[in-house]
């Protein structure tokens, strides 16, 4: 057992250095080309911060792991927005949010989340046409946003515009970034894997394990993000990145997973006769996406009694899946 608790902490280490430079990469890029920060953190950042979900689902739905394919996706959305967007909203809640950019991912996410649950709740299975379909909303995503930024539609926050930025040369940067991505991702992997180890030592079951501990391992990436873009004064691009990592948890994890291996909703948890997923894991996603978008959407800033109720939400669902 010592020898899976030393890699978890090594993972750790390399979470927070890798999350460092790819803020710095990532930041450094949108200064450049005049990108709004939360627009970067919803396209380039959350791909590199969910490389860890992309690479845990794909390899257990090709193991026919569909408990861990499934539940890892719905879980980091949940566990990004009710903890790590949480964390961030009450420690700086922001006063205010760029609505234009922010929209486009919160309408993308809450389309895929929609069709995702509806396929969930009438079949209880995830055919390969739906892992198809959700990949095809994540190319449409990108190809939208990507004409935005570089189309002129989208101004630069106005924190960038008073901001005296000194810019590194374009080859750093991207350095930056991907090497922050790949330090990240093998960060992760070893959070994970001796995570699930030290999880399973205790016998605790497979899809608790995916819903919790793979979840919160996988979501470490945007936690680091979150924490290291407050600590550098980019609050937007944080904001950007847990909002773009949850739509991509649904439409490239789960949509890449079931494209490699169709699988169904995991029964191994029941409530009243009905799947615990069904009943507790979609509804609890859609409640914290709703708590911390709307008043965005409609106020145009974040509170911090939103980021206090996703704690307390994060903390009540961690405790069902343990002890009901």
């Known amino acids: 057992m010592l020898i899976p608790v030393l890699l978890f902490i090594v993972g750790l280490v390399l979470l927070i250095k890798g999350g460092d430079w790819f803020v710095d990469g990532a930041v450094g890029i949108a200064h450049r080309y005049n990108i709004p920060e939360i627009l970067i953190g919803a396209t380039v950042v959350s791909i590199g911060t969910t490389i860890p979900e992309v690479l845990v689902s794909s390899i257990a739905a090709g193991l026919g792991q569909s408990q861990t394919a499934y539940g890892n996706a719905i879980g980091s959305v949940i566990c990004n927005t009710s903890l790590i967007?949480?964390?961030?909203?009450?420690?700086?809640?922001?006063?205010?949010?760029?609505?234009?950019?922010?929209?486009?991912?919160?309408?993308?996410?809450?389309?895929?989340?929609?069709?995702?649950?509806?396929?969930?709740?009438?079949?209880?299975?995830?055919?390969?046409?739906?892992?198809l379909i959700?990949?095809?909303?994540?190319?449409?995503?990108?190809?939208?946003?990507?004409?935005?930024?570089?189309?002129?539609?989208?101004?630069?926050?106005?924190?960038?515009?008073?901001?005296?930025?000194?810019?590194n040369p374009l080859w750093k940067d991207l350095l930056f970034l991907v090497l922050g991505a790949a330090v990240i991702a093998v960060g992760a992997d070893f959070l994970v894997e001796n995570g699930k180890i030290i999880a399973e030592w205790f016998g605790v079951p497979e899809s608790v394990i995916a819903l919790t501990f793979v979840a919160l391992g996988t979501s470490l990436p945007e936690l680091v993000t979150a924490i290291t873009s407050l600590i550098k004064g980019h609050g937007s691009l944080s904001l950007g990145n847990i909002v773009g990592a949850n739509l991509f948890n649904?439409?490239?994890?789960?949509?890449l997973a079931i494209t490699i291996k169709p699988f169904g909703i995991p029964a191994e948890k029941m409530i009243a006769g009905r799947n615990a997923s069904l009943v507790i894991d979609i509804p609890v996603m859609f409640a914290v996406m709703i708590l911390m978008t709307v008043p965005a959407l409609a106020k145009k800033r974040l509170y911090r009694w939103q980021g206090i109720m996703l704690l307390c939400i994060y903390a009540a669902y961690v405790c069902f899946q343990f002890f009901f």
């Open 134 to 167: 959700l990949l095809s909303v994540f190319v449409v995503y990108m190809i939208i946003n990507i004409k935005k930024a570089f189309g002129g539609e989208l101004a630069l926050d106005e924190e960038n515009d008073e901001e005296e930025a000194k810019e």
């Open 250 to 255: 649904i439409v490239l994890v789960s949509g």
């Open 85 to 131: 967007a949480a964390i961030t909203i009450t420690a700086v809640p922001a006063d205010h949010v760029n609505t234009k950019t922010f929209r486009v991912p919160v309408f993308f996410f809450f389309g895929a989340a929609i069709f995702y649950s509806v396929v969930a709740y009438a079949t209880g299975q995830f055919a390969r046409i739906i892992g």
